[in-house]
């Protein structure tokens, strides 16, 4: 069972957006710890398409946003495209070497 | 940019060892927070161990305490996962990954395959 509870899966349509949500215990939310979303294709390694909760990295499409509320992290994708059909993590992390926690993945299907 | 550069697939005997290297380039490798994670088949993301090369010793997760070594050599930018007393359920791709200025990167992964 993983740490960080996310559903594990959602669907939409070309076009429409979709929020996936990341739960976790409050020290998950913590001064200095921060929620990272990858999207991960079949066979490829994960890619980093949020971080410190809302941060794009860059190259990473606009439409990729993150939020937070209390103990729960969202990502959402607006306009969905069939390219984004993949794995979508959340994961806990610090600048530390403290321990990184993942959520179990959510499978987006584009229908 | 940091960038990550795996080694190779490797193939191992349950009760074997195997080490994995991942040497950085860009950033300041002496402060990146470098982790190992894995992927077993099928499943999601498991966190390994950390270290930070310029502030000591690893970090390491309960699950893999005594089996896991993780060192960072600052002269040619590179860090090292070994691990021991191998078993069929290690098989699973091998990932490091840097925090670097709040952005992680990751490496392009490294398969082990733990077979008889």
């Known amino acids: 069972q993983s740490a960080l509870t996310q559903p594990a899966s959602v669907s939409g349509s070309p076009g429409q957006s979709i929020t996936i949500s990341c739960t976790g215990a409050?020290?998950?939310?913590?001064?200095?710890?921060?929620v990272s979303w990858y999207q991960q294709h079949p066979g490829k390694a994960p890619k980093l398409i949020i971080y410190?909760?809302?941060n794009r990295p860059s190259g990473v499409s606009s439409r990729f946003s993150g939020s937070r509320s209390g103990s729960t992290a969202s990502l959402t994708i607006s306009g969905l495209q069939a390219e984004d059909e993949a794995d979508y993590y959340c994961?806990?992390?610090?600048?530390?070497?403290?321990?990184?926690?993942f959520g179990g993945g959510t499978k987006l299907t584009v229908l | 940019q940091v960038q990550l550069a795996q080694s190779g697939a490797e193939v191992k005997k349950p009760g074997t060892s195997v080490k994995v290297s991942c040497k950085a380039s860009?950033?300041?490798?002496?402060?990146?927070?470098l982790s190992w994670v894995r992927q077993a088949p099928g499943q999601g993301l498991e966190w390994i161990g950390g270290?930070?090369?310029?502030?000591?010793?690893?970090n390491y997760a309960q699950e893999f305490q005594g089996r896991v070594t993780i060192v960072a050599d600052e002269s040619t930018h590179t860090a090292y996962m070994e691990l021991t007393s191998l078993r069929s359920d290690d098989t699973a791709v091998y990932y490091c990954?840097?925090?670097?200025?709040?952005?992680?990167?990751w490496g392009q992964g490294t398969p082990v395959t733990v077979s008889s």
């Open positions: 994961s806990s992390y610090t600048t530390s070497t403290a321990p990184w926690v």
């Open positions: 409050s020290s998950h939310f913590a001064d200095y710890n921060y």
């Open positions: 860009g950033g300041t490798f002496a402060t990146y927070a």
């Open positions: 410190d909760f809302s």
């Open positions: 270290i930070i090369p310029d502030l000591g010793p690893p």
């Open positions: 990954a840097a925090i670097w200025l709040q952005v992680i990167y």
